[in-house]
């Protein structure tokens, strides 16, 4: 069980990866540790399964709070589904890994990656994603790699590699570059309004590093005396092809070149056409190889029709500079925004549309009490902003069970959450949780962007003041051999048949947000540098559309929003506000019927619909927090009498006590003889005793001044 350790010396720090010691029955295994993180990644792959036409892949990325010294806080008290922030890494280590497996590859790959030790100056994520590789070149599966990933902050002016959380915080950027000896294949990021070049030079900057990474693994497998197992193209028989270029190419290049259609017209036609296709293929004789092919697997038709059209989209692009829609290559889809498009129940509300991609959001003000607790490996613990997307199946026109968010959904909505966050109010500012949910109502490219500029609509709709408005925009890629042409503003057959899609959302100062996917093995970072420079005047441009709809936020929240007071108290005094099991706040919240939250330190949020009432409640607490000192007079109401003396409320919500012979210079033998509940009295601070008690006295204090301090 000792295994083998190799170390890796990277950016002044060393990497160690540990290889047959763990999980010796998985296809390859690997534990990636830096300082006291430690992520074990293995990578298994068993045999295909009948009638599968795609790769099955499957990743995982398990977080386990023993790693960082912690028990769940379920009612179970044990990992149940995994965190928003365990999928999003999950999603990080597929994106890279998947275009890498060769396209006739049809076996169940599960990679696996569990956070077995936290070091919170080594955040997991970019681990799990270069044992990804690992652990797959160890399994021998069949593999265009290696691949690394390293996240890049940055610091003032200085770029810093895998950065710490606390780094990450304060940094201008967060971005995670993934790459292979063939170019970037993938990157994610979020970024404080950042210039385009800036984005440029921090991704070169990743890729560099994360090519000794690649080396790092290929001396691993030398000295482990694995060899590679390189794809090769899987030769298909060309009787099928050559049929359908031959029967096909004519008509479906006909269809692409229809550009006032609409996509289902478009869909339609290509649909006839392959049906067609088929009849005469099933009219061939009996002993045709063609035919056997054909009907020996339903899916191989459809397959080869699909190659084709993508053959001929691609060459028409190449060779034409036209798309299916007629446009150029830098060309943007029409644009139609509105906002307020729904009763002010509705807090805010935007409606954005790009050609026939369609996306509804909604914004909603909430309290502090309404914020997100956050209960996994991450050292920040709660969201006070929510991005949530859903995409519906009538969205692209079909009839499907509806379920729970999937990894899709909770990944579009993360990157829209991303594109608003650094242009939100501070919270001292704007004390309000927000939650905005985009509704795609009509798919074809890029809903993930619709949802960015849906969602600025939204929030200026609901008053939100925005430092500025995002917007965003998916660019495309076509590659054959040394050609390339990038695409903006893609739709969903370009997407779908293309070699990338990169959504750029920020604002007319700079980038907020990216996301870069590929279908190929990788790029030249100064092809990614053109696809970054070619974005910003499509994302400028549909701003202005946008712009048109609502020039700013509004100047008043709907009627039906909380409205919100906030200030700051002493945190030692928190307690004097929540009171013996939290009698004293919830007697205040009853009083004035408001909703009152009190952050650890010290900030005071009111929130009720009556703003009187919201003013009320604060006077009560800031006279409960207000620091008296002996000598002070006040005017107040007596409030309870006792045998002893009397209370009077010299502040909201505070009270001292009158003993009975601080109530007049003479002796006094009830104290219902000088004051009962309900009279208002002007006393002096005596003194505070040891427990802070308040003692008052009246003697010698003019009854005639009533004026309060």
């Known amino acids: 069980m000792q295994g083998q350790t190799q170390s890796v010396s990277f950016d002044g720090r060393e990497i160690r990866l540990t290889t047959g010691r763990f999980a010796p029955q998985a296809g390859g ?68 890994l998947r275009p890498l497996f060769p396209s006739w590859l049809r076996d169940d790959i599960q990679v696996v990656a569990t956070v077995l030790s936290l070091d919170e100056r080594v955040p997991p994520d970019v681990l799990a994603v270069t044992g990804a590789s690992i652990a797959t070149l160890l399994a021998k599966i069949p593999f265009a790699g290696p691949m690394a990933a390293v996240r890049v902050a940055l610091l003032g002016d200085d770029f810093v590699l895998n950065p710490s959380y606390r780094e990450i915080e ?42 000794e990474l690649i080396k790092a693994q290929l001396q691993l497998l030398s000295d482990l005396g694995i060899e590679q197992v390189i794809p090769e193209p899987k030769v298909e028989d060309p009787a099928l092809p050559a049929f359908l270029e031959k029967e096909c190419s004519k008509p479906i290049g006909e269809v692409l070149k229809q550009f006032s259609q609409t996509k289902i017209e478009r869909d339609g036609k290509l649909d006839a056409i392959k049906a067609a296709v088929g009849e005469k293929i099933a009219g061939l004789k009996d002993d045709d190889s063609i035919k056997l092919v054909v009907s020996g697997n339903s899916k191989v038709l459809g397959n080869s029709f699909k190659s084709l059209t993508k053959k001929l989209m691609r060459e028409q692009i190449l060779k034409d500079g036209k798309r299916v829609d007629g446009r150029g290559l830098d060309e943007v889809r029409p644009i139609q925004a509105a906002v307020g498009v729904l009763p002010k129940r509705v807090h805010g509300s935007g409606l954005f549309q790009r050609g026939l991609t369609q996306v509804l959001s909604c914004a909603t003000l909430g309290t502090p009490s309404d914020a997100q607790e956050l209960d996994d490996l991450n050292p920040s613990t709660e969201k006070t902003y929510l991005h949530h997307y859903n995409f519906p199946p009538y969205s692209t026109g079909e009839t499907k069970p509806m379920r729970s968010p999937g990894r899709r959904e909770i990944g579009h909505g993360a990157l829209a959450e991303r594109a608003l966050v650094p242009v939100l109010p501070s919270k001292e500012s704007f004390p309000y949780v927000l939650r905005v949910v985009s509704e795609c109502l009509s798919s074809n490219g890029s809903t993930s962007m619709g949802s960015v500029c849906g969602s600025t609509l939204a929030l200026m709709d609901a008053g939100v003041p925005l430092k500025a408005p ?28 293309g070699d990338m899609d990169f959504k750029v959302a920020g604002t007319e100062k700079g980038i907020t947000a990216l996301q870069m996917d590929m279908k190929i093995t990788g790029l030249a970072v100064k092809t990614v540098a053109e696809a ?7 994302r400028l441009h549909i701003l202005e559309k946008m712009l048109e709809a609502i020039e700013k936020p509004r100047d008043t929240l709907s009627p039906h929003a909380p409205r919100l007071l906030s200030f700051r108290i002493d945190p030692e005094l928190i307690g004097t506000v929540i009171g013996p099991g939290g009698r004293t706040i919830k007697g205040i919240t009853e009083r004035t019927n408001t909703k009152i939250d009190i952050e650890d330190g010290g900030i005071v949020t009111i929130a009720s619909h009556d703003g009187a009432a919201a003013e009320e409640a604060q006077r009560i607490i800031e006279g409960l927090t207000r620091r008296v000192s002996e000598g002070e007079v006040f005017s107040g109401s007596v409030t309870r009498v006792i045998p002893i003396g009397a209370f009077v409320e010299i502040l909201p919500g505070k009270e001292g006590m009158i003993h009975i012979s601080q109530l007049s210079e003479s002796r006094v033998e009830k104290v219902e003889d000088v004051v009962n509940v309900g009279d208002q009295v002007t006393v002096r601070v005596r003194e505070i005793d040891n427990r802070g008690r308040i003692n008052l006295t009246l003697r010698g204090v003019p009854q005639q001044d009533q004026t309060a301090n």
């Open 170 to 211: 304060r940094s201008d950027l967060d971005l995670v570059v993934a790459g292979t000896p063939s170019g970037v294949v993938m990157v994610e990021a979020g970024a404080n309004q950042l210039p385009e070049q800036d984005v440029i030079e921090a991704i070169d900057f990743g890729y560099e590093a994360v090519g």
């Open 470 to 497: 995002v917007s965003g925009a998916a660019m495309g890629l076509i590659k054959e051999g040394e050609e390339v042409r990038i695409l903006t503003d893609i739709q969903g057959i370009e997407d779908f048949l």
């Open 532 to 538: 970054v420079n070619q974005a910003r005047p499509a």
């Open 29 to 96: 295994s690997v534990l990636v540790e830096c300082g006291d993180t430690a992520v074990l990644v293995t990578a298994t792959r068993s045999g295909g399964r009948e009638g599968i036409d795609f790769l099955p892949l499957t990743c995982d990325y398990e977080e386990r709070l023993y790693a960082a010294g912690r028990i769940p806080g379920s009612f179970f008290r044990r990992e149940a589904r995994p965190p928003e922030r365990a999928i999003l890494t999950t999603r990080l280590i597929d994106r890279p």
